[in-house]
């Protein structure tokens, strides 16, 4: 069963055990597969660490983005219904499917820094909602999923760099004290929903020799009226395409300043830049 409330209180929801673990493995096999053909396509040499670029595991094992637009197993995950039952849920209506990408993040894998989807779909009004598929068993050695309870309830941060010694991507958001990332640890199999505003990344996979797979998809509500242009097309759960407007870039971001001796957010304005949006 949904829990709605969680969701609504802390911007997420687990729900163990949604896919067994012979959908996990089908899919496991699906995407090693689909990782091997598109590097050799890319003429890239997986035994290669001799270079300086080489060395990092992200290299060989890079994301797999919006899988769906050339994968028909991709599109069915995306457009599975029981996605849809939970997201409708917790959404109260049914949402339209707007992106895939698959995490290999194996063994010494940097992870991603803290942010909020939401910064680079650009949803509104409203905003993304994501699902989040173990494919492996995740912990805090593989660099599972952190996410900051009720941090849905916040504006569009403004964004600082990152430490790209731990991330892959290079900008994050600052914390005010008193609100920290938790660990969500996950079985295979259980899937993450969480909301696109809510503060959410993870750090490096520390052990020696274990994946930290993973299977994503990006939805937004069904009232949105605009999302960025790297998107489109939003797609129905029937598979249709929603027209549906481009946002602009621009628009303002909050930030941590401390009134009466409690931080607090200030909104200011700000450009993202086009790379930083693209860039999810
Ligand atoms: O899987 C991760 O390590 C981070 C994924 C993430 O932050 C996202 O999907 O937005």
Not at 118 to 142: H, K, M, Q
Not at 153 to 158: A, G, V
Not at 254 to 270: F, H, K, M, Q, S
Request: glycine fraction near 8%; proline fraction near 5%; charged fraction near 20%.
């Amino acid at each position: 069963m949904t829990n709605k409330r969680g969701f609504d209180q802390n911007g997420y929801a687990l729900i163990p055990g949604l896919y067994s673990g012979e959908e996990v493995d089908l899919l496991l096999r699906h995407y090693m597969a689909m990782h091997e053909r598109e590097s050799a396509a890319e003429n890239q040499d997986l035994n290669d660490t001799s270079t300086v670029s080489g060395a990092d595991p992200l290299v060989k094992w890079p994301r797999l983005m919006q899988m769906h637009r050339r994968d028909a197993t991709s599109l069915n995950w995306l457009l599975d219904p029981r996605l849809n039952h939970v997201l409708s849920d917790l959404m109260g209506i049914s949402p339209y499917a707007v992106q895939t990408m698959m995490y290999f993040k194996p063994a010494g894998a940097r992870g991603q820094a803290l942010h909020q989807d939401n910064f680079y779909l650009r949803v509104s009004p409203g905003t993304c909602i994501a699902a989040w598929l173990a494919l492996d068993d995740c912990d805090t050695e593989n660099g599972c999923l952190q996410v900051v309870p009720g941090s849905h309830q916040w504006p569009i941060l403004c964004t600082v760099p990152a430490d790209t010694s731990t991330s892959f991507t290079d900008v994050t958001v600052a914390l005010a004290e008193g609100h920290h990332a938790v660990n969500v640890p996950m079985k295979a199999g259980d899937v993450l929903f969480f909301n696109g505003q809510l503060v959410h990344g993870s750090l490096p996979n520390q052990t020696a020799n274990r994946f930290r797979r993973s299977l994503i998809a990006h939805y937004i509500a069904g009232e949105a009226e605009q999302v960025y242009k790297w998107y489109k097309p939003a797609l129905r759960f029937d598979g249709t395409e929603v027209d549906i407007g481009t946002s602009e870039r621009g628009g303002t971001c909050g930030t941590w300043v401390t009134r009466n001796g409690a931080p607090v957010l200030e909104i200011v304005g700000e450009e993202p830049n086009d790379t930083i949006l693209g860039r999810h």
